[in-house]
Nanobody, 127 residues
Framework: QVQLVESGGGSVQTGGSLRLSCAAI????????MGWFRQAPGKEREGVAY????????WYADSVKGRFTISQDNAKNTLWLQMNSLKPEDAAMYYC????????????????????WGQGTQVTVSS
């Protein structure tokens, strides 16, 4: 069992930056799929980025490529999402999620694949 606790959300202007953190408590994330998802009001939850914590491979949604960076520190059991050049359309509740054990086919951006979720942290971007 692992508990995920996000932090770092807030309100920024268009073009600003935020760094989200996700602390994993209770179990290691060293061999997991760790992902960031977001959900805006009236919209479905969507995958933003994920990382395979044992190998470092990453995936990003097209909408955030070149602006967001996902990273991890296995020693600190922490996941980050650096968000730069934020746009109003990035505003949403952001969730950290984990999939462990990792399935044979690897990590996925589908939220149904993840079995541990944080409570979310709100990101607001004003124009």
């Amino acid at each position: 069992q692992v508990q995920l606790v996000e932090s770092g959300g807030g309100s920024v202007q268009t073009g600003g930056s935020l760094r989200l953190s996700c602390a994993a408590i209770g179990d290691t994330i060293s061999r997991s799929c760790m992902g960031w998802f977001r959900q805006a009001p009236g919209k479905e939850r969507e995958g933003v980025a994920y990382i395979y914590t044992a190998g470092g491979s990453t995936w990003y949604a097209d909408s955030v490529k070149g602006r967001f960076t996902i990273s991890q520190d296995n020693a600190k059991n922490t996941l980050w999402l650096q968000m730069n050049s934020l746009k109003p359309e990035d505003a949403a509740m952001y969730y950290c999620a984990a999939r462990s054990p990792v399935p044979w086919y690897g990590c996925s951006p589908r939220n149904s694949e993840y079995n541990y979720w944080g409570q979310g942290t709100q990101v607001t971007v004003s124009s």
